[in-house]
Every structure is written in structure tokens, then in C-alpha cells.
């Protein structure tokens, strides 16, 4: 029986006589066009694998067309409704009520909130020796999340996970290549400078891009949280020839891409399988823009059985196809965290299915008949606005009565002159069945707000009640409210944060060449400062990164005014208890009531010289006793009168610091 893989996936055929010269990885040979090759040969192997998970995955795709349609708050309108328009612009007619969008952009605005915070990925060192290297590297990485900005890549992937269940981003190492110009001073009279242009590395770092859903190739034998357990994985994009061309200059892992001159046939795969297309425009494609469809298939593999190399052990080797029938990448991964460089976002996963029910989906129904509640009554609205009548046309002259001018006069026949016509015009009553459409649609959008968690309070709307409720009362609900978007946001940091940063940190590490300078501010500020005195900037270089670290998880928690609250009282308790200032820092306590009321820049307030609080030693009565007999230590005020004793213009002159008395007693 022939597959249904087989049936459609038909490679173009390069001819004999075009020969391009290429040095192939590993000495394998690659040409295209060889009979009986080990292209040949690798080629359906890797696409059967390509079309069985898109086989799998585009059981989804009609669900997830419709919420693209939602989404993008758009109908189609039917041949009446076209009529009406056309006649009259400003007449209402069938709308898409952004009920689920606006659940959406709650939950997302939580997630943008609670992940998208400078730096987004935060380390520390495994042991003492790892301390330093550990911040270097997380500054690092901050810079290579700002410069290419990361967080939009970011964003869409959870956008994605709400939409379609599943948000899938691949991070990979970027460098940016320009060309630099100098300019020195010239040997000849007639110009005073020479100016040299020299081709130079202008950024490197971790890039990450976000793959639609649609495109996403995974094992269909393994749940979506355990991806790295598959046998493959795999996305498909769209490029051009120049662009292959001119990356494969620079990019030495492309081959082959000159033989693409010779491919005319479309990819399977080259279809837009969404609903973003919204208008139904026909996609023009013209031949001179040579539109390429590339798939990159990641599968662990025994190289010796596939004819790789000599290897009788697993290994991941990536492949890309261009156009289902030139192979273009064929090389063995070689990262250090050897895993598939792809994450995944899924916070309502089931545990078992690769494509789980997204919580947008959940409510996709609701959402299609709040739409019939508020168009029906639309619909019954205008049909009760356009008057209804049953004439006599033996006594009305209808020319008259189809006049649409407002103040009009409707004459009768002559034989009905002088007569009583009210019997031969009446108006037909028309029942406005659509009365309580408005109710049910406000109960149901109670309901889809229930299940995607957006709730009035979290977008900041507060009904009104009978009863005045109190402060506490509204705190309670709040925090209700808030934790089950913050279970969304953990199982995010689970799946997708915590992975993402140990890809990037393992990849900055393997791949960073050429050493940066960094800012001395924000997290870790003080022990940098204490490590680097004196200086504004930090260099960092590839060695000085290659530490052991741990990343530390987000809580999935956001500022909010009320556990501001919380640890202001806790500070206080704190402040009045000496045993508890005994285990705890009251500055550091402060500095975590600042954040959580929303002061991130703590360090403007910092005075000259101030923030190092190592050397103070907190001690008890007894003990602040004993060293007040011995001498080790004055009261307060004992020393702001000895200083006021002394002359103003000897004031400068620096006291000798009792601190290193303290230590020495």
C-alpha cells in the first residue's frame, strides 16, 4: 500500500550536467544529483519523519484557525449583509465581540509583567569560587536580550501557548557581521587621511526565534513537556534564494545551495496553514522572487546505520531541506548542553498529548455564541427599524408609500377619494424576541472569564455591590484571583524560562569569542563594586564565564500594592523584636518592602560611600555592656559631643574607625 507520504512528496530531479564544487562535512558525499547517493538515500528517511509530525499536528489546525479568527476580530460578511453595505455604509452588520482577546491581554499583561523584567534571566554561582563569574555572565546575558530584543520573541511565545496550547522558540548563536572603517594618516600630500573598510564581528550572542505553531515539527510519541526526549524535532520556515546565497558565504555549515538555481517545484509544506489571511487575498507568488520553504529536521540517530560516520552510538545530527529536495545542512549538533535547542511553553498540558487544548480554545464555543447573542440583536434591531406594512394597492399609491423621503404625502386612488382608508394601510407588528440577548451574553462572558482566570478585579474593574466591602475582603479576593495566574506563569518558568536560560548560558559559554564591557549597576551591584573599586565599567571575557551556576526561578509573582503591605508589617515586627534583628538585615528588609511597592532603582538613592554594612555587628544588651567597661566601644552621643567640641576648621580630619576595635576585642 502506498503512504500517503509517498503519494505527495515527490523530490524535483536535478539534472546530471549542472555540477557545483563543494567541500562536504565529514567527507560525505552530498551532490543532489548522484544516483544512488547518500543524498539520495537521506532524504526520504528525513522527510517521512517532517511529514508524519505534520500529519499529526494539523489535526489541530482547524480549531486553531478559528481562533484565529477570533482573534483577529474579524467575520465574513454573506450576500445580503454585502447588499446592505453597499448601500448604506454606516448600517450595522455582524461583528466578532473581542470577548476571548480581551482574556487574552489580561493574562498576557501578568505574563509580561512577572517574566519581562530586566534582567529576564537571573544565575549565581554554584560554589565561592563561582561567585564573580557568575554575575559576568548573567550581565552577559542581559546585554544579548536587549540588543536583539529578546522580549518580543519572548512575548510571542506565550502569546502562542494561550492561543494554540503550545509556544515554541529556538535559540541559536548569532554573530553580526559589518564592515568597520578607519582611517589613518595618509603618506601623500594630497590627502590628509586614508580611510581602510575592513569586514568585522559588530555583535555576537544569542538570538531566539519564536516558531509558529503551524510550523512546529515534534515527536508525536512524547508529551509536549518532555520534547527533549523525542526522537526528532524539527519547524519549517520561509526564505529566499539570495538570502540562502549570501548566508552561505558566511555560515560554514551551508552547502548545496547553488543547485536551488535549478528548482522550480513548491514544497509541501509551503501552504499557509492559519487564518491570519483574514481578507481571503490569493497568495501571488512571483518566480523572479524564488520563494524557498526550508525544513530543519533535529533527529537522534545512530550515524553508522544512516552512514554518517563510524559512530555505533546515539547522536543528534541536524538536517535542512530547501523545497523538499535539496539537502542543505547535514552536520552533527556539537552543543554542549546536548540538547534539541528548542523550548516550549505549554500551561495547560495535560501530561500526555504533544498538542494540548489551549485555554482560549476552552472557551472558543462560548465565545461563537456570544457573538449570535449580540448579532441576532443587531439583526432584530434593524429589521424592527425598517417600517413593515400591508397595504391595499388598489387604494395606496405605492409610488408614493416606496418614496424614502422623511414628511411624505401618500395619495390614494381617485375612487377612494372622500373615503375612510385606515383599513387599507396598517403597520405590521414586529416582536422584539432578542430582549434578553444582552443579559445572557453579560452571564456568559462571566463564565469565560471564570475559566480563562481574567476575572474583573485582575483587569482592574470593581462591580458594583449592595454591600461596602472591606479592605481585607478585597484583598482575599485579589489574591484568589492572582494565584491561578500565577500557577499559569510558574508552569511557564518550568517549561520554557528555566530551559531558555540554561540554552543561553551554555551557548554564551561555548560559543562567546570576543570579550564586552559591562555596567556596574543593578543586581549584584555592591559586590561588584567591592570586586571592582573605583570603576564604572567591567570586562568580561570568554574565561571568565566558564563557572558552574544555578539559575534561580521566577516565583511567577508581580508587584502589588497589598504584599507591599504585608512585608511593611513584617519590617516593623522585625524593627521592635531584638531577636529578630539579630537573624535578619533591617535594611534588606526595607529594600524588599521598596521593590515590592515598585521602587526598581534603589540604587539612585544610596548615598556616597553608603550601602556597606558587612562590618556592623549586632550585639546584646550583655555583650554591648561588657565591651562599654572595657572601652571597646562610646555611646552615640558621647561622640557627636566630643566632635562638636572641636574646633570647625580641624572637623575634616577623619576619626579613627572603632569598628576594627569591635573586631579585635
Not at 326 to 331: A, G, T, Y
Not at 479 to 498: F, N, P, T, V
Request: glycine letters at 4%.
Amino acid at each position: 500500500m502506498v503512504s500517503e507520504f509517498e503519494m505527495k512528496y515527490k523530490p524535483q530531479i536535478i539534472p546530471d550536467n549542472v555540477r557545483y564544487d563543494y567541500d562536504y562535512p565529514n567527507d560525505l558525499d552530498l551532490r543532489p544529483n548522484a544516483k544512488d547517493g547518500l543524498h539520495q538515500k537521506l532524504l526520504p528517511k528525513i522527510m517521512s519523519r517532517a511529514m508524519m509530525s505534520h500529519n499529526a499536528m494539523a489535526a489541530r489546525f482547524d480549531r486553531w484557525r478559528e481562533i484565529d479568527k477570533q482573534n483577529t476580530v474579524y467575520i465574513y460578511t454573506d450576500e445580503e449583509e454585502a447588499k446592505l453595505r453597499a448601500l448604506d455604509p454606516r448600517k450595522p452588520i455582524s461583528v466578532v465581540v473581542p470577548i476571548i482577546w480581551a482574556a487574552k491581554e489580561t493574562l498576557m499583561t501578568y505574563l509580561t509583567e512577572a517574566f519581562l523584567e530586566y534582567p529576564y534571566f537571573k544565575y549565581q554561582g554554584s560554589g565561592p569560587e563561582d561567585k564573580i563569574g557568575a554575575m559576568k555572565l548573567e550581565k552577559c546575558i542581559d546585554m544579548q536580550t536587549r540588543y536583539p530584543a529578546m522580549g518580543l520573541d519572548i512575548y510571542s511565545a506565550h502569546a502562542n501557548s494561550l492561543d494554540y496550547g503550545i509556544g515554541v522558540s529556538v535559540p541559536s548563536w548569532f554573530e553580526e557581521l559589518g564592515v568597520q572603517t578607519t582611517r589613518r594618516p595618509a603618506n601623500s600630500f594630497l590627502e590628509a587621511f586614508m580611510e581602510n573598510e575592513e569586514e568585522q564581528v559588530l555583535w555576537e550572542g544569542s538570538r531566539l526565534q519564536t516558531r509558529r505553531p503551524y510550523d512546529f515539527l515534534p515527536d508525536p510519541a512524547v508529551s509536549i513537556h518532555n520534547i527533549q526526549d523525542g526522537e526528532y524535532i524539527g519547524w519549517i520556515e520561509s526564505t529566499n534564494l539570495h538570502a540562502l546565497l549570501r548566508a552561505e558565504r558566511t555560515d560554514e555549515t551551508l552547502f548545496n545551495v547553488k543547485y536551488l538555481k535549478e528548482i522550480v517545484a513548491k514544497s509541501i509544506f509551503s501552504t499557509d496553514e492559519s487564518n491570519m489571511n483574514r481578507d481571503g487575498i490569493p497568495e501571488i507568488i512571483y518566480p523572479e522572487a524564488n520563494p524557498i520553504t526550508l525544513v530543519t529536521m533535529i533527529i537522534d540517530l545512530l550515524p553508522d546505520d544512516w552512514h554518517l560516520s563510524n559512530k555505533s552510538f546515539p547522536q543528534k545530527w541536524i538536517f535542512t531541506i530547501a523545497n523538499d529536495s535539496v539537502i542543505i545542512r547535514c552536520q552533527p549538533m556539537a552543543l554542549n548542553h546536548n540538547q534539541y535547542p528548542v523550548v516550549a511553553a505549554a500551561p495547560d498540558f495535560d501530561g500526555h498529548s504533544i498538542s494540548p487544548i489551549s485555554r482560549l480554545e476552552l472557551v472558543l464555543g462560548m465565545q461563537e455564541i456570544y457573538n449570535f447573542y449580540i448579532n441576532s440583536h443587531v439583526h432584530n434591531i434593524r429589521k424592527v427599524l425598517h417600517d413593515m406594512f400591508v397595504v391595499d394597492p388598489s387604494v395606496i399609491n405605492m409610488a408614493d408609500l416606496l418614496h424614502p423621503a422623511p414628511g411624505k404625502i401618500i395619495r390614494t386612488r381617485r375612487a377612494m377619494w372622500g373615503k375612510n382608508v385606515t383599513e387599507s394601510i396598517s403597520q405590521l407588528k414586529v416582536q422584539d424576541v432578542t430582549q434578553t440577548n444582552m443579559q445572557d451574553a453579560s452571564a456568559l462572558n462571566d463564565m469565560v472569564q471564570r475559566v480563562t482566570g481574567a476575572v474583573d478585579m485582575i483587569q482592574g474593574i470593581v462591580r458594583q455591590s449592595s454591600e461596602r466591602r472591606s479592605a481585607t475582603e478585597m484583598g482575599g479576593i485579589q489574591q484568589g484571583a492572582l494565584s491561578r495566574l500565577r500557577k499559569c506563569a510558574l508552569l511557564i518558568d518550568l517549561q520554557y524560562m528555566q530551559p531558555l536560560a540554561r540554552m543561553l548560558a551554555e551557548n554564551t559559554k561555548q560559543f562567546m569569542e570576543h570579550s564586552t564591557f559591562a555596567r556596574i549597576i543593578g543586581r549584584y551591584e555592591d559586590d561588584l563594586r567591592r570586586e571592582f573599586p573605583g570603576q564604572e565599567f567591567m570586562r568580561i571575557t570568554p574565561d571568565d564565564i566558564q563557572v558552574r551556576y544555578d539559575i534561580l526561578s521566577s516565583s511567577g509573582r508581580v508587584s502589588r500594592t497589598g504584599e507591599a503591605q504585608t512585608a511593611l508589617m513584617a519590617m516593623q515586627i522585625a524593627q521592635n523584636d531584638p531577636e529578630i534583628r539579630q537573624l535578619y538585615s533591617i535594611p534588606q528588609l526595607f529594600a524588599c518592602v521598596a521593590r515590592l511597592a515598585g521602587f526598581d532603582n534603589l540604587g539612585d538613592y544610596i548615598k556616597a560611600g553608603g550601602g556597606n554594612i558587612d562590618n556592623v555587628q549586632t550585639m546584646t544588651p550583655e555583650q554591648l555592656d561588657q565591651n562599654l567597661q572595657a572601652g571597646n566601644i562610646r555611646p552615640l552621643g558621647e561622640e557627636n559631643a566630643r566632635r562638636e567640641a572641636v574646633p570647625e576648621q580641624y572637623r575634616s580630619i577623619p576619626e579613627v574607625s572603632t569598628e576594627s576595635t569591635v573586631e579585635g576585642s
